[in-house]
Nanobody, 125 residues
Framework: HVQLVESGGGSVQAGVSLRLSCVMS????????LAWFRQVPGKEREGVAA????????????YYADSVGGRFTISRDNAKTMVSLEMNSLSSEDTARYYC???????????????WGQGTQVTVS
């Protein structure tokens, strides 16, 4: 079965950087949109960033929420089994549980993803 396992969360001070990673296994499709979401208790889940290939496999595109654009960078390995999120200039507003997700048929974060990880907590003080 498909597993997504996040790592890299923690408690940090405002202004520092943090890198989240997500390793995926058992994924049965050749195409994948990989994304990061975050959620604070009592609030709606927010799509943070997504990375996917457009028509050609080498035409990789990324999407970012306005709230993180310019500070966060999403990347993936060529095998599409790992996706990372480099987070810079963190602030308390970035405190949330971060989840990685994968789906073979979407392009962005405004869609329902089929596969999800358990999440990793990021706390910025």
């Amino acid at each position: 079965h498909v597993q997504l396992v996040e790592s890299g969360g923690g408690s940090v001070q405002a202004g520092v950087s943090l890198r989240l990673s997500c390793v995926m296994s058992g994924y049965p499709y050749t195409s994948a949109c990989l994304a990061w979401f975050r959620q604070v208790p009592g609030k709606e889940r927010e799509g943070v960033a997504a990375i996917y290939a457009a028509i050609r496999p080498d035409d990789v595109r990324s999407y970012y929420a306005d709230s993180v654009g310019g500070r966060f960078t999403i990347s993936r390995d060529n095998a599409k089994t790992m996706v990372s999120l480099e987070m810079n200039s963190l602030s308390s507003e970035d405190t949330a549980r971060y989840y990685c997700a994968a789906d073979p048929a979407v392009t962005g974060t405004g869609f329902a993803y089929h596969y999800w990880g358990q999440g990793t907590q990021v706390t910025v003080s």
